[in-house]
């Protein structure tokens, strides 16, 4: 499976050590050539280091810069490339978490998954043995997640919500 990685996705799962979670779950992980400089090329940056010596996270720049020049217009460079490169390279998803990001991506006919879907996923090939404490160190790290859906999330799970 090959995925294409926003930089939400890297940082969150770098600040709660679970970025190596990206390569046991496909056979190529690639950031956009943004998305990567957005987390590596700012020094001091949550998950700077971690992707940076991540080398199994292939970064790839887009073809076509016209179509990430018309998507900036309603999102952030990094969610532009994602979604160009996805459709470029053929990905099995792109992560994105941000909904906007998502319609767009959708629109364009990609498989999108976020980072709560992608857990999930996890756990069912038993990668992980649990999303509740996962999703309790992403709120710490400051990810947002709504009680609804944090609720939604552990249940889909199987597991209990207390």
Known sequence: MILVVDSSALITLARIGRLPLLQQLASQVVAPHAVYEEVVGQRGRPGEVEVNQA???FRQRVR???RVAFL??????GESEAIVLAGEINADF?????????QIAQRSG???IGLL?????AKELGLIDAIKPL???MI??????GATVYRDVVEKAGESSI
């Open 55 to 57: 080398s199994w996270i």
């Open 64 to 66: 076509d810069a016209n």
């Open 72 to 77: 900036q217009t309603e999102l952030a460079r």
């Open 94 to 102: 792109v992560i994105l978490d941000d909904a906007r990001a998502r």
């Open 110 to 112: 990609l498989r999108v």
């Open 117 to 121: 879907g992608l857990l999930i996923r």
């Open 135 to 137: 999703l309790d160190d």
């Open 140 to 145: 710490k790290a400051g990810f947002y997640i």
